[in-house]
């Protein structure tokens, strides 16, 4: 029996072409990335170019290329889907709320690759009337490097304080992360109401924590590559005594130590007072824009907020810590202060007393006397500033003299 065959214009059989170009589909299909297909798709082709040099075999040719595209398409396409699903994260929200006091902590973005930084913000609102003490900077953030922080306080429309903090931080490591519960204490100014619970300076709220997913560079499946193993290390060369440079050490400590602590004691009583001043300056400008009190109950509440806001200020000025106390121990607690001069103690005395007979007497004071009354506090804040101001410079030379 005699076998036939079709061969190609060189002598070179058409059945092997076609079984290398179904070979090189096969390997398309099961390496979907490419890689595999596209080394197939390669030698089919080189095959048909040496059968057929001029392209008379157009068909074996197109179809090797055919399965080469299709290999680069697909691996192509992986990245840019990766690149979707993170550009698609948006951010996180955790509301907290106890009584007068709202917290919202946002994190976005919520899906990154180690190296990118993401932003934390803590909003704080609290109802007018209300002291609030933000966290301390990087309370609870250690873990993170910062790389940014911008803290914010404002009064809105309706009096309300809102405190903003707003960190750019950059994660150390891959893998699962998070921020942890954050601390806001806050005290209750209001009429009527308990400044803080029995025992304690403040209420506190504590935040929920926030999950989130650090992605890493290193792709899926990757082996790590090991270098060889090193050879044993040289012997330690012979030191002296150790003594003399741990001596040398303690006794440096010892004398930076008392410098450094009363600079760091100083600067903090310097950022107590401005912050002092920035809050109690806007409570009066809230007190002073609402309409002026027409009745006897609406000023007996004009006065109690106006008495309040001085109280809270020289409690946080001066340090004192004295929420409980009638005006007269009140008193006699400020006058102990250095920074407080003759003139001030007169007006705390002056001013004090008069808010009390409103409050407790039922005076009803004349306009005059409540546009007295505000002008006579922001006199006060201002003076009182500027002493702070320059009470924490002194400070400060004083202690890089010694």
């Known amino acids: 029996m ?23 589909g096969v390997a398309t299909a099961a390496d979907p990335v490419g890689t595999a297909g596209a080394h197939a798709a390669n030698a089919a082709a080189a095959a048909a ?56 902590v946002r994190l976005e973005p919520s899906a990154l690759m180690i190296g990118d930084t993401i932003t934390l913000t803590v909003e704080a609102v609290a109802e007018d009337g209300i002291e609030l003490l933000m966290p301390e900077f990087g309370q609870a953030l250690d873990r993170f490097a910062i790389r940014e922080f911008v803290p914010k306080q404002s009064v809105d429309a309706d009096g309300r304080t809102v405190s903003t903090q707003r960190y750019t ?22 009429p009527g109401q308990r400044a803080a619970p029995e025992g304690e300076d403040t209420y506190e709220l504590i935040t929920e924590r926030i999950a989130f997913e650090v992605g890493s560079i290193v792709p899926k499946g990757a082996v790590d590559d090991l270098k060889p193993e090193r050879g044993p290390l040289a012997p330690l060369r012979e030191r002296g005594p150790l003594w003399p440079w741990l001596l040398a050490a303690a006794a440096l400590a010892a004398a930076a130590v008392p410098i450094a602590w009363r600079r760091l004691a100083a600067a903090r009583a ?9 809050l109690a300056r806007a409570r009066l400008d809230a007190l002073v824009a609402k309409p002026r009190p027409a009745d006897e109950q609406t000023i007996d509440a004009f006065f109690v907020e106006l008495s309040a806001i001085i109280r809270s200020y020289l409690e946080r000025r001066f340090e004192l810590r004295a929420p409980e106390l009638t005006t007269e121990e009140f008193l006699a607690v400020a006058s102990g202060s250095p ?12 001013f004090l007393r008069r808010a009390d007979m409103v409050k407790f ?7 005059a006397d409540i546009e007295s009354a505000l002008s006579a506090a922001s006199r ?8 702070a101001t320059i009470a924490a410079t002194a400070t400060l030379e004083s202690s890089a003299h010694a």
């Open 270 to 278: 310097a950022r107590l007072r401005r912050s002092a001043y920035d």
């Open 49 to 104: 170019n040496t059968a057929n040099p001029h392209g008379t075999n157009a068909l074996a040719s197109g179809q090797a290329n055919s399965a080469a595209a299709r290999g680069n398409t697909n691996s192509a396409a992986a990245p840019s889907n990766a690149a979707a699903s993170q550009a698609s994260a948006g951010p996180i929200e955790k509301l907290t709320e106890r009584g007068p006091v709202t917290v919202t």
């Open 361 to 367: 007497a039922r005076f009803i004071p004349a306009p």
């Open 2 to 24: 005699t076998r036939s065959a079709t061969f190609t214009a060189t002598g070179v059989p058409l059945a092997a072409l076609a079984l290398l170009t179904l070979l090189a």
């Open 339 to 350: 920074d407080l001069t003759g003139e001030h103690r007169s007006f705390l005395r002056d």
């Open 169 to 190: 931080l950059e994660p150390p490591l891959s893998g699962p992360q998070s921020i942890p519960p954050l601390l806001i204490e806050f005290v209750d100014r209001r």
């Open 380 to 387: 006060f804040l201002d003076q009182t500033r500027e002493s």
